[in-house]
T-cell receptor, first 114, second 113 residues
Framework: AQKVTQAQTEISVVEKEDVTLDCVYETRDTTYYLFWYKQPPSGELVFLIRRNSFDEQNEISGRYSWNFQKSTSSFNFTITASQVVDSAVYFCALSESTGNQFYFGTGTSLTVIP | ETGVTQTPRHLVMGMTNKKSLKCEQH?????MYWYKQSAKKPLELMFV???????ENNSVPSRFSPECPNSSHLFLHLHTLQPEDSALYLC????????????FGPGTRLTVT
């Protein structure tokens, strides 16, 4: 079974619209870590955020915000007032406290139309 | 240089060739990783090294052979590859394996003919 599910394969929005990228994870560990990465067309994955399982506070960084809800095993990512430069593939990932594995979702391809 | 660098950026090789991918990190990290990224698939973690010791080997075929001579350098030696091995190969590093965020290189686009 997939440890990280990103059900949205592709999303298109018009510039300045808000968009939310969904991420649902699965783990039996009580301590785990969640991440979001951005992969622009150039190919290099860029780290955006890391969140541990004990910190459910939502986080905001500029136009980016993250909503972590343990009750629904979700870690969703919202871009406010989207821009063309936000066009990329976004990956959600999970790391558990046991072992050295890092599980990525299949990614959501976001296109922002000018 | 800063961050994680990978060479070459593009590689075309025949099935009988031997080639190597190189990765170097300038972040002072202790863990390094190889990933394979194919179209429409999740990133596949291939190998994890911590302090030059391999700590994970995710059922990767023996035609892929990693080498980590020190904590800053990681190689992936390739031999007798198959066309289905064509993919983007990404190197990453982190402070330690597991819970820490990883920083990625730009990748090597490999085509096996």
């Amino acid at each position: 079974a997939q440890k990280v599910t990103q059900a949205q394969t592709e999303i298109s929005v018009v510039e300045k619209e808000d968009v939310t990228l969904d991420c649902v994870y699965e783990t039996r560990d009580t301590t785990y870590y969640l991440f979001w990465y951005k992969q622009p067309p150039s190919g290099e994955l860029v780290f955006l955020i890391r969140r541990n399982s004990f910190d459910e506070q939502n986080e905001i960084s500029g136009r980016y915000s993250w909503n972590f809800q343990k009750s629904t095993s979700s870690f969703n990512f919202t871009i406010t007032a989207s821009q063309v430069v936000d066009s990329a593939v976004y990956f959600c990932a999970l790391s558990e406290s046991t072992g050295n594995q890092f599980y990525f979702g299949t990614g959501t391809s976001l296109t922002v139309i000018p | 240089e800063t961050g994680v660098t990978q060479t070459p950026r593009h590689l075309v090789m025949g099935m009988t060739n031997k080639k190597s991918l190189k990765c170097e990190q300038h972040l002072g990290h202790n863990a390094m990783y190889w990933y394979k990224q194919s179209a429409k698939k999740p990133l596949e973690l291939m190998f994890v090294y911590s302090l030059e010791e391999r700590v994970e080997n995710n059922s990767v075929p023996s035609r892929f052979s990693p080498e980590c001579p020190n904590s800053s350098h990681l190689f992936l030696h390739l031999h007798t590859l198959q066309p289905e091995d064509s993919a983007l190969y990404l190197c990453a590093s982190s402070r330690f394996p597991g819970q820490f965020e990883q920083y990625f290189g730009p990748g090597t686009r490999l085509t096996v003919t």
